[in-house]
């Protein structure tokens, strides 16, 4: 739970300063329903709702009263230092116990009074010095300074917008809009980044002038300007000489310690799949606990994309409290507008509507929960790094494969019109991936949802320009660059870490879960033990067996290993998914077509009207493939399109 808002005018003065902010945090109330403190100046307005800003782990929530007028961090209010949190500061008494050591005429009973005191003790290296799941605001009286500043994986957004007199920040984006002074603009380079990487790269939004404070970072704005810093980055160092044996044990006590310090609650509630990693974190919790924990899983009607029977399974092996939820949802598009309200933006990733569901009645139960997620991303457990593997893709291209491919690839082009299945497309396809120089692009070109063939095909051709002049593939390309030293297993999980976790997951697991304001805890992102994955070689992670059998995660499966029931350990991944393809079909297609080949829609001029009504017809038809029509570029479109009605119309 928990939102920041504020705004800070750099010149000048108003006096509306106040209703702007109600107005801010308001539209945010469903990620936190608390009173919400608010400090006024004269040109500046910040403000905070968070129950789960307080320390000691008895607390009962219910009992909270946030009557006071003063700003959070008043304990060291002489120093001008205030502090402001969306999220939740671990280890809280043991940081409680070392400032009041230090100060004790200042006693200390908030995580926002934590990190002013950091703040005040460290100065910018504060947030070195604190772990936890948090994004927060400090505002420096004496300096006129606001840091914004975000934790390594982004479990906690902080937008802002700041055209050099005025500075605007919200946890979310519609805080900004609500201001009012701001007209909502598509930036067209990150749409084009979003059409090829499925999601947009930080620090950019979809939104022109509008950015999120990067993983690990912070800016600084005063009355000179912004800068920006960062306090954290991911630095991958294997250690070859590591034995297996000693990184089991230290992943395990590393694990337990992450576990542990997120268990701050009387009782402990997991969201429990079935799979290796949220079994994984309710097993190490239930040995921590003194009492039985709370294991939460939602399934929906559609039998395959059921897992309760390995739920149960897990849960009565460790002795957990097992909740089961089975939902009929809403239909497909009657919710998808609600989601594109939470995610402010277009998106792709179609688990994020089980993940809403699953928020919305974990949330009858609880307010704060521990998750899986994470090791897919650092310790190699998704299925683009095993088809990866076994085509040899990480492998340079040979120039003079490429001398050769790319004028056939372009040949092939001047027969095929359409990237629709056929003969001639699917040469194209092959010649075209062949002509590619870079592994990166090859990798990110087949993630993609609208590779290369089909986005020149459906955008239009100023579109498909702004494509040409800055290419998506520079994201990954450079992060491939970057990491060029490591090992091939490595390279991709740096990538990955660098714009998966905080662009596509954290955004995903935070706007879907704070929709119903139910606080997450990820043990696998704790930095420590990230700290230590990081050291770990590629085949810890991903081991290539004899028979070229790929075991993902593999260290974790050993550190497993007598811990769970031998089916977990084995069963296949089945992720936490819909089936997109049946949904997208709902009522003979009809929202589908209302949606995508509305007039409205198709004047818009971002794509060919001829383009994209041959891709909508050849989904409803079936005579597409995995590459045209791709069902979620489907959701891609009806996503950019209802964001584009709620946000820009």
């Known amino acids: 739970m928990g939102v920041i808002a504020g705004i800070y005018l750099v010149k000048g003065k108003n006096q509306d300063l106040e209703d702007s902010l109600l107005k801010m945090m308001k539209i945010q109330a469903h990620r936190d329903s608390s009173e919400p403190i608010n400090y006024i100046g004269e040109n500046f307005a910040f403000g905070m709702a968070n129950r789960h800003d307080f320390i000691f782990r008895s607390l009962d929530l219910n009992n909270i009263l946030v009557s006071s007028p003063l700003v959070s961090g008043s304990a060291i209010n002489s120093s001008g230092i205030h502090a402001f949190v969306d999220g939740i500061v671990l280890e809280t008494p043991k940081h409680k116990k070392y400032f009041e050591s230090k100060n004790p005429t200042f006693p200390l009973s908030t995580c926002s009074d934590i990190v002013a005191a950091a703040y005040e003790k460290w100065g910018l290296d504060f947030m070195n010095h604190l772990e936890g799941e948090f994004s927060c605001l400090v505002w420096d009286q004496k300096t006129q300074s606001v840091i914004l500043a975000r934790d390594p994986y982004c479990h906690k957004p902080i937008h802002y917008y700041f055209d050099g007199s005025k500075l605007l920040f919200s946890s979310e984006i519609k805080g900004i809009l609500a201001e009012g002074s701001i007209v909502p603009e598509v930036d067209l380079q990150s749409l084009s980044d979003f059409l090829s990487l499925n999601s947009i790269p930080n620090p950019a939004t979809i939104f022109k002038d509008i950015k999120q404070v990067s993983p690990g970072g912070m800016i600084i704005v005063t009355a000179t300007g912004i800068k920006e810093h960062t306090y954290w980055y991911p630095r991958l160092c294997p250690d070859e000489s590591m034995p297996l044996e000693d990184a089991i044990f230290q992943l395990t006590g590393k694990l337990r310690d992450a576990v542990r310090k997120r268990m701050v609650n009387e009782d402990t509630y997991c969201f429990l799949s079935g799979g290796l990693d949220s079994s994984a974190i309710i097993s190490l919790a239930a040995e921590l606990s003194n009492k039985p924990v709370h294991a939460i899983s939602v399934g929906f009607e559609e039998e395959e994309q ?65 998750t899986g997620d994470g090791p897919d991303q650092t310790l190699g457990g998704s299925d683009h790094y095993v088809f990866a593997l076994k085509h040899n893709l990480f492998s340079d291209r040979k120039k003079v494969h490429q001398m050769l491919f790319k004028p056939a690839a372009g040949l092939a082009r001047i027969f095929n019109k359409s990237p629709k299945p056929s003969i001639f497309s699917k040469i194209e396809r092959k010649l075209y991936r062949d002509s590619l120089s870079l592994p990166a692009h090859v990798l990110y070109e087949l993630r993609s949802y609208f590779p290369e063939i089909v986005k020149r095909f459906i955008c239009s051709e100023w579109l498909w320009n702004i494509h040409l002049k800055k290419s998506p593939y520079r994201y990954p390309e450079s992060w491939f660059e970057e990491a060029k030293e490591l090992d091939y297993v490595n390279k991709y999980l740096f990538a990955d870490i660098k714009f998966y976790i905080p662009d596509i997951l954290m955004i ?58 031998g089916h977990t350990l084995t069963k296949k991944k089945q992720g936490f998914e819909i089936p997109v393809d049946k949904w997208l079909r709902q ?38 493939d995995y590459f045209f029509p791709n069902p979620r570029g489907i959701v891609g479109l009806l996503t950019f399109e209802l964001w584009h009605r709620k946000y820009i119309d």
Do not use: W
Request: glycine residues 4%; positive net charge.
């Open 306 to 370: 059921n897992e309760l029977g390995d739920a149960a399974i897990m849960a009565k092996h460790v002795g957990a409290i097992h909740h089961q939820f089975v939902e009929t949802p809403d239909s497909f598009f009657d919710i998808l507008d609600l989601l594109v309200y939470h995610h402010d933006s277009p998106f792709t990733d179609t688990s994020a509507f089980p993940t809403f569901y699953a928020a919305k009645l974990a949330n009858q139960l609880t307010n704060l929960i521990l």
């Open 587 to 624: 009522c003979g297609n009809k929202y589908l077509r209302e949606i995508l080949l509305d007039h409205r829609t198709l004047q818009r001029c971002y794509f060919k009207k001829k383009s994209i009504e041959q891709l909508v017809n050849t989904f409803i038809e079936r005579k597409g």
């Open 508 to 565: 995903k697991v935070d706007r879907m879960c704070m929709a119903h304001g139910l606080e997450t805890l990820s043990p696998f992102m704790d930095i420590p033990l990230s700290n230590f994955l990081n050291k770990l070689p590629g085949n810890y992670k991903i081991k290539v067996g004899t028979n070229n059998e790929v075991i993902t995660k593999y260290i974790l499966r050993k550190m497993c290993e007598g811990r769970f029931p």
